[in-house]
């Protein structure tokens, strides 16, 4: 069987009665319910207690607890440390930032969960498949991009956390730390650093225990970073599906029939719309109207809801890109193993938030000139004084902001990369 046949066909037969019953909610589900941030009551999905209450509170608490932990680790060793082992520690605590950020702006936020709810039970475009044979096209083209986009997503989010955890984990054993007497004057190299009550430096069963908690951290780390932007970018995926179709209906407007008029023997073709015409345009024109509302009042929600976590992220892209080139600039084995792909990961993702955030920005622009080319030349003075509104509300592309400073999309993303550069430029130089 195809992967275009297991994605689209029988979907009664599969029992795809909902969004979620697609495999790639479901991934996203899975990921977002151990972190508690999955809207399971407000979609009408049971929700134990200790989810609803406890996962908040505690993944609140952990955060916070690795937070104040890498700070005492910087204080307490500050003369020890190497550029690497510094640099790498600060930007785990931005990464911690982030997630402390995510935790209080998505996970205890009320908005970020209205906004799931309506966008898995009245935004997705499932419920517009069957409005006409575009609305279907374009459902199943952004249903297969977001089910290979998951897939990616997920692969990347393994990958990344694999490769954080193995690295100093190979560097140990190569080292020969593993083995009895094989620390000698070194200690063990950690993937994360935090002044713990017990010794994970030169004890094999503290180093144990850390390198346990180090792996889980970096699987809740990996969830918060990825599988919230996975979220964002489906729902951005439906929005441009959302304008395709509305785009579709703009220029598909019916025309008038043609009446021939014979005059002083001549025939003149005049173009108008009968009576029973118009009550048709008025009809078609309020449903793009409405449509277009609906769309921006969504997009205006989204931006509500994610506009902290936005704005956080690209700070994050900020400070961490400029420490990132730092470390990679040292251009030694070891610190290319570790930051190489920590650095391509991250600015890969930046990148790839940004572009599909374009999306909706590239295709709102081109309305105004589908409203424009309605057949308005036709109607009567009140259908296209609805025209001229319509037109006015569409001068203006709509975008996803940061805050409500900036728009998410390319431009921020090259703005961000090219200060990172500057930044790394000045510091190297120093």
């Known amino acids: 069987m195809t992967l275009w046949k297991f994605l689209f066909e029988n979907e009664a037969v599969h029992g795809i009665n909902t969004p979620s019953d697609y495999l790639y909610i479901k991934i996203l589900r899975f990921t977002l319910v151990i972190v508690g941030s999955w809207p399971r009551k407000e979609i009408g999905e049971p929700e134990p207690k200790y989810q609803a209450v406890f996962l908040k509170y505690f993944y609140l608490g952990v955060t916070g607890v690795g937070m104040i932990g890498a700070v005492i680790y910087i204080i ?29 702006t998505l996970t205890f936020s009320t908005k970020y969960r209205e906004v799931a709810k309506t966008f898995l039970t009245k935004i997705h475009l499932f419920f517009y498949k069957d409005r006409s044979e575009y609305a279907m096209k374009t ?15 997920l692969v990347q989010m393994i990958t990344g956390l694999s490769f954080f955890n193995l690295i100093p984990m190979y560097n140990n054993y190569a080292a ?57 970018s489906l729902m951005v995926f439906n929005l441009w599906g959302h304008f395709r179709i509305l785009m579709n209906l703009l220029n598909e407007f019916p025309r008038p029939s043609s009446d021939v008029i014979v005059e002083n023997g ?23 109207i409405l449509y277009h509302r609906e769309i921006v009042k969504f997009t205006d929600t989204m931006s509500d809801a994610f506009g902290p976590m936005l704005f956080v992220y690209y700070m994050f892209h900020q400070a961490s890109g400029c420490l990132l080139l730092l470390e990679c600039s ?35 622009e081109k309305l105004k000139d ?33 805050l409500g400073v900036a728009n998410v999309g390319v431009n921020s993303m090259a703005m961000i990369l090219k200060t990172s550069i500057s930044y790394f430029t000045f510091l190297r130089s120093m």
Request: with cysteine; aromatic share 14%.
């Open 330 to 364: 040292q251009m030694t084995a070891q610190a290319l193993m570790r930051y190489a792909p920590l650095t391509i990961i991250l600015t890969q993702q930046l990148i790839q938030l940004s572009v599909i955030f374009e999306l909706v920005g590239s295709e709102s």
């Open 176 to 232: 020969g730390r593993y083995k009895s007497g094989g620390l000698k004057n070194s200690s063990f190299e950690h993937s994360l650093y935090y002044s713990y009550p017990f010794n994970t430096s030169t004890d094999m069963r503290g180093y144990i225990v850390a390198c346990i908690m180090h792996w889980g951290l970096s699987y809740l780390t990996s969830t918060w970073f990825c599988m919230f932007d996975l979220f964002l």
């Open 370 to 402: 589908a409203v424009y080319g309605v057949p308005w030349e036709f109607m009567d003075i009140k259908n296209r004084r609805v025209v001229i509104i319509f037109l006015m509300n569409v001068q203006e592309p709509v975008h996803v902001k940061a």
């Open 76 to 104: 307490k060793h500050l003369g020890e440390l190497s550029f690497l082992e510094i640099g790498h520690i600060y930007i785990v605590i931005l990464i911690i930032f982030v997630n402390l950020s995510r935790v209080i």
């Open 266 to 288: 001549f025939n003149i073709k005049l173009e108008k719309y009968t009576r029973e015409e118009l009550l048709k345009v008025s009809e078609r024109l309020k449903e793009c």
């Open 139 to 153: 459902h199943r083209m952004v249903h297969l991009i977001s089910h290979l986009f998951t897939l990616c997503l």
